[in-house]
């Protein structure tokens, strides 16, 4: 893949695969959108009870394990040996860029905020407001400070600085940093960015590998090649984030030169009507075969669902759906982990 595709003569960002053509048509019917949003008949909010929540388990990974705590949507803490990440954290009852209006959480954020341990980093990746949110970006800034890096996509660095926020790594596709023994890999995804409406793809958006900085299957230089096979991996697990993202033809690159992945937290929800979100989410199905693109190892954890309203389908149905999609890929039924809200994950370890 040309690894400067995606960026557009104008300065904006783009999706640079063949079956992206149409996008900026799509987002042309937008007004369609809208007006079935407000005239149109929707399946009803979850009942009480069937989205119920757990306790998280805050304590720190097991030795070599991993431990993943669905916060809602795509918020997720993420404990690895040594390192402590949250993933596009959204802490606020709406998803809007007002506190008084927009779609209203159907569970709380698990565990709250101030119930957290102290995270390291924070993988961004993109401005919308289900995943960029200013007041949660302000209370983690408030609370961690410097201590807290922030890994975001290309065209974030002054929307934090505005924030007093500097302590940004801003990457571009398959650009990474290293963080306290890791590999923090920016990784292609198939989407958009818009927090106003003059601002349409100025910034980047993207997903997030994280990986054992010392163990570097894609780094084939003369130099590790030479290093004893019996050289030893370092016992952490590798992850990757899938962001938020219609199906991709990158996915089964990010599974070649970074996994396989342990953990995989990728999005189901978000996917109806199919003709305009095609080009922006995946169907729970489609999920299930980007992780297996990846790899199809380990465990893959659904994410953005069951939390707003963002679009058409019942919001319980990613839940039913990704289960079924699972089973008829034959995957091992072990590997799925559906968490509730707040539920977390353990993965390897003692
Ligand atoms: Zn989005
Ligand atoms: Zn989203």
Redo the contacts with the bound molecule.
């Keep these: 893949m040309d690894t400067t595709a995606h960026h557009a003569p104008d300065g904006t960002f783009r999706n640079p695969w063949e079956i992206s053509q149409g996008d900026a048509e799509l987002r042309g019917r937008i007004r369609e959108v809208a007006w079935d949003w407000i005239t149109g008949d929707h399946p009803p909010d979850p009942e009480p009870g069937q989205l119920p929540a757990e306790e998280p388990e805050l304590a720190p990974a097991p030795e070599a394990g991993a431990r993943v705590t669905w916060v809602g949507h795509a918020t997720t803490l993420i404990r690895l040996p040594g390192l402590t990440l949250l993933t596009d954290p959204v802490w606020s009852e709406r998803c809007s860029p007002v506190p008084f209006w927009g779609p209203k959480r159907f569970v709380s954020a698990v565990p709250a905020l101030t119930e957290l341990p102290a995270v390291d980093a924070v993988l961004l990746s ?1 401005d ?1 407001f ?2 960029l949110d200013r007041f949660t970006v302000t209370a983690l800034h408030r609370r961690f400070g410097e201590g807290l890096t922030w890994f975001t996509p290309l065209g974030y660095r002054d929307w934090f600085r505005r924030r007093g926020i500097t302590r940004v790594e801003e990457l571009d596709w398959w650009g990474e940093a290293e963080l306290q023994g890791y590999r923090i890999v920016c990784t292609p995804a198939r ?1 958009w960015t818009r927090r106003t409406p003059w601002g349409t793809n100025r910034r980047l958006w993207s997903g997030w590998a994280v990986v054992p900085a010392e163990a570097d299957p894609a780094m084939d230089s003369p130099v590790s090649s030479a290093l004893p096979a019996e050289n030893p991996t370092p016992p952490a697990p590798r992850l990757w984030f899938a962001g ?1 993202s219609a199906w991709c033809p990158a996915f089964a690159e990010i599974g070649a030169r970074l996994g396989p992945f342990d953990l995989s937290l990728v999005p189901v929800g978000a996917y109806e009507p199919r003709w305009f979100m095609k080009a ?1 989410h995946m169907t729970p199905e489609e999920a299930v075969r980007a992780f297996q693109e990846a790899g199809g190892a380990g465990i893959m954890v659904p994410i953005h669902w069951g939390t707003w309203r963002l679009t058409f389908e019942d919001p319980l149905e990613p839940r039913t759906r990704t289960r079924a999609a699972w089973g008829e890929a034959g995957l091992d039924p072990g590997g799925l982990a559906l968490l509730r809200h707040g539920e977390t994950v353990t993965v390897g370890g003692g």
């Design positions: 993109h919308h289900d995943h989407h938020d922006a």
